[in-house]
């Protein structure tokens, strides 16, 4: 799938391991290493059906919203929320959510 970024910020932290948004995460080294195995992964995949068949990944489309999202490491909240395109080849990530479930 072709993937880009509406965010930034975000898409430093992806690449580059370096965002003035996403400050704390850039010193988190086991969880930029989740991030970049969710990044290439979606990258490597068809289509986003082919993401169900990971299920540390909990890919879900949210009711409501017309988003979907995919959680970065198992043990915490932070997931990764994009649109899809109906050829399901293309995502744009538009935040990284770390309230899931209500968490603060």
């Known amino acids: ?3 880009t970024f509406e965010d930034i910020d975000l898409e430093n932290l992806v690449l580059t391991h370096r965002s003035r948004k996403y400050k704390k995460y850039q010193r988190d080294g086991k969880f930029l290493a989740a991030l970049d195995k969710v990044y290439f992964l979606m990258q490597s995949e068809k289509d986003t059906l ?3 068949n990971y299920s540390f990944l909990h890919y879900e489309k949210l009711k409501g919203v017309g ?3 995919v959680r970065v ?9 994009f649109h899809e395109y109906e050829e399901g080849v293309e995502i744009s990530i538009i935040e990284m959510d770390n309230t899931h479930y209500g968490q603060r």
């Open 73 to 81: 490491m198992n043990g915490r909240v932070e997931r990764l929320l």
């Open 67 to 69: 988003m979907s999202s």
């Open 50 to 52: 082919s993401l169900a």
């Open 1 to 3: 799938m072709k993937v």
